[in-house]
């Protein structure tokens, strides 16, 4: 079956870190893209960043550049979400997904891990 | 970033009718060197991940009823669920995918009346 596990989501004050595992299983991990994307309940789906299959090429959301860095184990059929200097407008689920066609077509999902930003 | 509007925001539909969902998109999501609108849907049940339904506009994803339904060019998208069933009730996003960054609707949630 193929499966996405985040975890590492919590309470954080403004200015804090977290970080955010994605742990894949039942498909050959190092043949997708794999992303983080935000929701706030209520609201739709907003694309953070994504990781191609070097480990190396990545992409962010301008709300995120600078702040935020993906990475990806293969060996662990792992990827991460670095968080840091955390805003109140982070907060939301985060999902890991994948990309099957390369093509930012998200075809399988995790459950989502909470991340809540706040003093 | 290129930005998609869905409407309605909401509506509710009879067992057994026809839903249909509209997405415009403020530039055209057609690759003309492969003819492929980079449009997808995704239908989101409570508590649960979005679950992507629908891709390049109009190919059914492997398991979805055939009941949904992708259709449209250009700018302009259309998802129909026809003879809508309870477990249909949900709500559905669209996607662009024809640039980055890749950007969602705001959603429309479908009920039965």
């Keep these: 079956e193929v499966q996405l596990v985040e975890s590492g989501g919590g309470v954080v004050q403004p200015g804090g870190s977290l970080r955010l595992s994605c742990e894949a299983s039942g498909f050959s991990f190092d043949n997708y893209w794999m992303n983080w994307v935000r929701q706030v309940p209520g609201k739709g789906p907003v694309w953070v960043s994504n990781i191609k299959l070097d480990g190396i090429t990545t992409s962010y959301a301008d709300s995120v550049k600078g702040r935020f860095i993906i990475s990806r184990d293969n060996a662990k059929n792992t990827v991460y979400l670095q968080m840091n200097s955390l805003r109140v407008d982070d907060t939301g689920i985060y999902y890991c997904a994948r990309d099957r066609l390369g093509e930012y077509t998200f075809d399988t999902w995790g459950q989502g891990t909470v991340v809540t930003v706040s003093s | ?113």
């Design chain 2, 1 to 113: 970033d290129i930005v998609m509007t869905q409407s309605p925001d909401s509506l509710a539909v009879s067992l057994g009718e026809r839903a249909t969902i509209n997405c415009k998109s403020s530039q055209s999501l057609l690759y003309t060197y492969n003819n492929k609108h980079y449009l997808e849907w995704y239908q989101q049940k409570p508590g649960q991940p979005p679950k992507l339904l629908i891709y390049w506009a109009s190919t059914r994803e492997s398991g979805v009823p055939d009941r949904f339904s992708g259709s449209g060019s250009g700018t302009d998208f259309t998802l129909t669920v026809s003879h809508l069933q309870a477990e249909d009730v949900a709500v559905y996003y669209c996607q662009q995918s024809y640039s980055v960054p890749p950007t969602f609707g705001g959603g429309t949630k479908v009920e039965i009346k």
